[in-house]
């Protein structure tokens, strides 16, 4: 069975869009960084998705996901560590808390 391209960029579209709406409304720390991931594991699905689509020999678009999903666990575990340094120091994770930045 053949699942042709467009279904991969429509799923890839939602997962996008999720994100996107996670990153918006969610004012906890911790969904926001799930909502990142999100976003790029459904560029990971795009780069799969083309590469498969426009020269199914070669592994450029995998080689591309595997260096976003490196970048995404570093972006992750800083993220994380940032969260959990405030949260020791301020006990909540609520982002209209944040006001580290401000004067």
Known sequence: MQVSLD???VIGAALFCIGIYGLVTS???VRVLMSIELMLNAVNLNFLAF???LDSDTIRGQVFAVFVI???AAEAAV???IV???Y???DTVDMEEFNLLRW
């Open 84 to 86: 959990l340094s405030i």
């Open 27 to 29: 004012r906890n720390a």
């Open 7 to 9: 279904a991969f960029l």
């Open 79 to 81: 993220g994380l560590a």
């Open 70 to 72: 490196t970048v995404a």
């Open 88 to 90: 020791r120091s301020r």
């Open 51 to 53: 590469s498969n689509y």
